[in-house]
């Protein structure tokens, strides 16, 4: 088998003349890259128009080649946006439009492939779609953050407790704790455009690796395909995918923050917090219990952040270690990148409309907030009354074992309890034990006082449009 050659003849290829035979099946197949690749041909053809385009100014093509070359590339368009299958014997995406091409306009297609490489070709396509991506990720992560903004207007005067190490720690509005989750998509957003700006630089030209042989005017090909600058070495620029590995990172980490966010929502939902109920249109059911309502979306959303880890380490990978130039192993790159944009493609609108749907029970949500949760404050008004926060820590740590030791709430212990624990205390001691009073101590700006997330929400509003 392994030396039984294909028969050449029949399939369309872009190399094969310095060979005796085809290549054998096992080696088609594992080059084959059109299943992973097809996707990209709407760039490719744009990219090809740019370089017809260039050919002409190089002297290469005569005008009207150049036009019989670009209404083929749109026949092939429209031929390919109808279903044209790949064939066979279509290594990858490159292949598919020459022969395309070539069924359109007969030989001058021959002419196009004129000093460029599926070097630079697939990098320069693969950069178009990247763009792309970004646009279309960072679009539904603005949905998100509407979602969020929307969310956070309707807690705003809601008290809630805000954990550590997943104990009860301080009471927050429930609007600062959603909007604790806006401001690091927020972050990701600006990752994401940049990491779209590295993808704009344009490797056409390079051809396989010393640059094309023919003086094409790059900056014309980067203005008509929308790049921002020129790749400075043709070396570097088809060996290049630090771009990818960018948007990798970025989707690795916003995956990881999407499963913050998706771990709070699902602990909130349990009955044993009973802060949200997940609307029935992003609920499933069991096959068992009739009683369940199981956040699947937010568990997915949890679960698949790996997925985009582990492209960006199997990226990381397939760089590491190459020899400078174009080398087979980066036709890797798309697996990796393409996967990660379509789980998240695909994971975003479910969260947002899991997360648009949330109902909230801000009566557990506030009955969730217990006295004790402000230890804190107490000892800050003794410091207030310039006791030291080190002796005041002291003071309040006895008042919280005494209330709990008796079994109830601090604002059930009498007076004295208070006075034997610091002289400072006085009668106004009670309403600091009130969340509205811890809150409204806490004004600074990122805090949780009122005005402050006030101010937050307005911020965040502006950040997100
Ligand atoms: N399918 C290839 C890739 O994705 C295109 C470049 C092929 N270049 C080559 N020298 N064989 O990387």
């Known amino acids: 088998m392994a030396d039984t050659p294909t028969d050449g003849a029949k399939s369309h290829k872009l190399w094969g003349g310095r060979f005796a035979g085809g290549p054998a099946p096992e080696l088609e197949a594992v080059n084959r890259s059109i299943d992973v690749d097809f996707r990209l041909w709407p760039f490719d053809i744009q990219l090809s128009k740019a370089w017809a385009g260039a050919l002409v100014g190089a002297g290469v093509l005569t005008a009207d080649e150049a036009a019989e070359i670009t209404r083929g590339l ?48 697939v990098a320069t396509a693969t950069r178009l779609w990247t763009r792309d991506a970004c646009q279309r990720i960072d ?40 909007l604790s989750h806006f401001w690091p998509i927020a972050r990701d957003r600006r990752r994401l455009t940049a990491a779209a700006e590295q993808a704009a630089t344009l490797p056409l030209g390079s051809g396989a690796i010393a640059g094309s042989a023919f003086p094409v005017d790059r900056s014309a090909i980067k203005q008509a395909l929308g790049f921002h600058s020129v790749s400075p070495n043709s070396i ?61 979306a937010l568990e997915l959303a949890r679960g698949s952040g790996s997925r985009m880890l582990g492209d960006l380490v199997a990226l990381l990978g397939t760089i590491k270690g190459l020899p400078s130039g174009y080398n087979k192993d980066l036709q890797e790159d798309k697996r990796s990148l393409f996967d990660a944009v379509d789980g998240m493609a695909l994971l975003l609108p479910a969260i947002t409309g899991s997360l648009a749907s949330l109902s909230f029970n801000t009566e557990r949500m506030k009955a969730a907030v217990t006295s004790s949760m402000m230890a804190t404050d107490l000892a800050d008004y003794l410091v207030r009354k310039r006791v030291t926060f080190r ?46 009073t811890s809150l409204s101590h806490r004004e600074v700006d990122g805090g949780t006082g009122p005005a402050a997330v006030r101010r937050q929400i307005e911020a965040a509003k502006e950040a997100f449009l």
């Open 74 to 121: 749109d026949v092939v368009a429209r031929r390919i946006a109808d279903g044209a299958a790949p064939e066979a014997s279509d290594e990858d995406v490159h292949t598919l439009i020459d022969r395309l091409l070539h069924d359109a306009v007969g030989s001058v297609a021959s002419r196009l492939h004129t000093g460029r490489s599926r070097n630079d070709q």
């Open 139 to 178: 679009a539904q992560l603005r949905d998100l953050q509407a979602a969020m903004v929307a969310q956070a207007q309707h807690l705003e005067q809601h008290v809630m407790p805000a954990y550590t190490h997943l104990q009860r720690a301080q009471p927050v509005s429930g609007a600062h704790w959603m």
């Open 236 to 296: 570097d620029a088809v060996g290049d995918r630090d771009f990818i590995a960018e948007v990798l990172f970025t989707l690795a980490l916003l995956g990881a923050h999407l499963s913050r966010l998706a771990e709070d929502l699902i602990l909130f939902g349990s009955s044993e917090f009973g802060f949200v109920r997940f609307g029935d249109a992003f609920s499933t059911g069991s096959s068992m219990m009739p009683q369940k309502r199981n956040p699947d």
């Open 391 to 436: 002796e005041a820590h002291g003071a309040v740590g006895r008042l919280v074992r005494e209330a709990e030791e008796k079994g109830v709430e601090m604002t059930d212990l009498p007076f004295a309890s208070f006075r034997a624990a610091s002289a400072a205390f006085e009668e106004d001691v009670l309403n600091e034990l009130r969340a509205e």
